[in-house]
């Protein structure tokens, strides 16, 4: 059964920085579009950064540009959320999310807003607190 994996959340104080991990059985990411999205309990879950397969596009969301950064390590078929000088309103369950071919060329803004709910798979969540 094809499933994504997140990890690397947990307490972190204001101002410092995690990194967290989506990793994936029996498919590779490589191909697929992914995304990082957030919830806060209350609020609508909201894309953070997305990127199309081959990296031809990536959007990063204006609350979080200059201090997250998406990335991919295809040899470890892993997609990674780098969160640096992070804020407690950050804080918030984060889910990576993928999107299967051939629908994988959009731009990222496309699969943070517009194709969120198209997603084919999710990730349970990973939980990222940041208070001192």
């Known amino acids: 059964q094809l499933q994504i994996v997140e990890s690397g959340g947990g307490l972190v104080q204001p101002g410092g920085s995690l990194r967290l991990s989506c990793a994936a059985s029996?498919?590779?990411?490589?191909?697929?579009?992914i995304g990082w999205f957030r919830q806060v309990p209350g609020k609508e879950r909201e894309g953070v950064s997305c990127v199309s397969s081959k990296d031809t596009s990536t959007y990063v969301a204006d609350s979080v540009k200059g201090r997250f950064t998406i990335s991919r390590d295809n040899a470890k078929n892993t997609v990674y959320l780098q969160m640096n000088s992070l804020k407690p309103e950050d804080t918030a369950v984060y889910y990576c999310?993928?999107?299967?071919?051939?629908?994988?060329?959009?731009?990222?803004?496309?699969?943070?807003?517009?194709?969120?709910?198209?997603?084919?798979?999710w990730g349970k969540g990973t939980l990222v607190t940041v208070s001192s």
């Open positions: 029996e498919f590779t990411l490589e191909y697929y579009a």
């Open positions: 999310a993928a999107r299967a071919p051939p629908q994988t060329f959009y731009s990222g803004e496309y699969y943070c807003y517009y194709g969120m709910d198209d997603m084919d798979y």
